[in-house]
């Protein structure tokens, strides 16, 4: 920590708006004091890398919130790689996930995914578990977590939870976290079968350093004469929430992929995501870049 003068000083000149001196911050050893402190402090924000929660302090939105810094708890960093899949600390960073042997090898668009994020100073500070907590609609880890079908596992002081990754979203910036419920891990298995085809297209303003406009990421196994045995598609950005794309799925999965069948799927998409006019895109342009890289992927261009 600075020194009382050099904060305020740098205080000044980064103009910030967020009190120094104001910020009340928990600083529990290990996981059981973290959820004790937290179930007694249910209105402190869990503190991991700050990347998300930083910006706003800096804003003067969270003067006087206290803050559960996570960062002591060295049981929650780290990814464990079983037979079956990876069991991810949450304080795993996106640096440590894209570089993962066994996620550049069995989940590639996960590694895909955080390797996306920010830039590298980011990706070595923020982690997963902060990523999915702040449960932002441009998240980019979700739809490779979507279409691989993870699990986030929660604790708190009433006990232990475990959500497909889907149900953990509620809405924009909202999860279905309860009050004084951290995520404690999060489990993503391997698929059975390595998928014939498999793509990650993030598309925003560059090509690197930026916010999502659309995240499409989707897994394909084909069968005997070309037959769909399983398409599994998720796009952020789009929704509220990831969407993993239901309608396109049901009307693919068991049929003969033709390209009559493409254009039936990707009139379809209209009914799985909802974009948006905002800040950084539009409806429009969304939906189009959306359908092009759904269109490619069954193709197989
Ligand atoms: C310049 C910049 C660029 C960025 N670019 C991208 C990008 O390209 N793609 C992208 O997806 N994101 C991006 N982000 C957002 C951010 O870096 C990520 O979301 C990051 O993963 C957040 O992790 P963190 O550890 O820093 O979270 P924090 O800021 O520490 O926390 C974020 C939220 O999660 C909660 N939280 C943290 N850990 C837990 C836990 N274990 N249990 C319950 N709640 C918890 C916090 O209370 C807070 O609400 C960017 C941010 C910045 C500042």
């Given at each position: 920590m600075f020194p009382k003068e050099h904060s305020l000083r740098f205080a000044q000149l980064g103009g910030m708006r967020g009190d120094p001196f104001g910020m009340k911050v928990l600083r529990p050893a290990g996981p059981a004091e973290a959820v004790r402190l937290y179930s007694q402090n249910p209105e402190a924000l869990p503190l991991a890398g700050g990347t998300d929660l930083m910006v706003a302090w800096n804003s003067g939105r969270l003067n006087s919130r206290t803050m559960l810094d996570l960062?002591?708890?060295?049981?929650?960093?780290?990814?464990?790689?079983?037979?079956?899949?990876?069991?991810?600390?949450?304080?795993?960073?996106?640096?440590?996930?894209?570089?993962?042997?066994?996620?550049?090898?069995?989940?590639?668009?996960?590694a895909e995914a955080c390797s996306s994020v920010g830039a590298v100073q980011i990706r070595h500070r923020g982690t997963i578990g902060g990523n999915i907590a702040n449960a932002s609609p441009a998240g980019d880890s979700f739809p490779a977590l979507a279409v691989y079908e993870a699990f986030v596992h929660t604790v708190s002081q009433e006990g232990r939870?475990?959500?497909?990754?889907?149900?953990?979203?509620?809405?924009?910036?909202?999860?279905?976290?309860?009050?004084?419920?951290?995520?404690?891990?999060?489990?993503?298995?391997?698929?059975?079968?390595?998928?014939?085809?498999?793509?990650?297209?993030?598309?925003?303003?560059?090509?690197?350093q930026t916010l999502s406009k659309t995240v499409g990421a989707g897994l394909l196994w084909l069968g005997r004469g070309g037959v769909v045995l399983e398409l599994r598609f998720a796009f952020g950005s789009v929704a509220p929430t990831v969407k993993r794309l239901k309608a396109v799925e049901a009307a693919v999965n068991g049929r003969k992929l033709t390209?009559?069948?493409?254009?039936?799927?990707?009139?379809?998409?209209?009914?799985?995501?909802?974009?948006?006019?905002?800040?950084?895109?539009?409806?429009?342009y969304r939906m189009v870049v959306s359908r092009n890289i759904l269109r490619a992927f069954l193709a197989g261009a």
């Open positions: 960062s002591r708890l060295k049981e929650w960093r780290g990814i464990e790689a079983t037979q079956d899949g990876v069991r991810i600390g949450p304080l795993a960073t996106h640096c440590e996930i894209e570089s993962h042997p066994a996620i550049l090898k069995r989940l590639p668009l996960l939870r475990s959500l497909p990754i889907l149900e953990l979203f509620a809405g924009v910036k909202k999860t279905a976290l309860k009050p004084g419920e951290l995520i404690e891990r999060i489990d993503v298995r391997f698929p059975a079968e390595p998928p014939d085809r498999q793509v990650l297209r993030k598309v925003g303003s560059r090509q690197a390209a009559e069948l493409i254009e039936r799927a990707c009139a379809l998409l209209a009914e799985d995501i909802s974009p948006i006019d905002d800040i950084r895109s539009t409806r429009q």
